[in-house]
């Protein structure tokens, strides 16, 4: 299983950026995906997640500002952001799990969670 994040670049404050990330391998379920951030110096934190039954939860310093929604059937999962600040300049990982999916023998194995390259994300003042 891997995860594969779009989408991150330079923008200025107040302006917006869309994040996706895409799933892939011979997944069977995904209960939730979400994006993590982590700026230098400090330790990665939660920015949004969202279940396979659309239930999100947002870090505090986004809500309001940003919009996390999935598609199941394609695996992926969007984060729209808005408003941006320069504190929001980090580098954004995408995040699955628990996952179900076939090994190569094709048994149905479980993963605990799932993460992706991170993409970077910089906001101008």
């Known amino acids: 299983v891997q995860l594969q994040a779009f989408g991150g670049g330079v923008v200025q404050a107040g302006g917006s950026l869309r994040l996706s990330c895409v799933a892939s391998?011979?997944?069977?379920?995904?209960?939730?995906m979400g994006w993590y951030r982590q700026a230098p110096g400090k330790q990665r934190e939660l920015v949004a997640s969202?279940?396979?039954?659309?239930?999100?939860n947002y870090g505090d310093s986004v809500k309001g500002r940003f919009t996390i929604s999935g598609e199941n059937a394609k695996r992926t999962v969007y984060l729209v952001m808005d408003s941006l600040k320069p504190e929001d300049t980090a580098v954004y990982y995408c995040?699955?799990?628990?996952?179900?999916?076939?090994?190569?023998?094709?048994?149905?194995?479980?993963?605990?969670?799932?993460w992706g390259q991170g993409t970077e994300v910089t906001v101008s003042s």
């Open positions: 391998g011979r997944i069977f379920r995904i209960d939730a």
């Open positions: 995040n699955a799990g628990p996952i179900n999916y076939h090994n190569d023998g094709y048994e149905m194995v479980a993963v605990a969670e799932v």
């Open positions: 969202i279940t396979s039954g659309g239930v999100t």
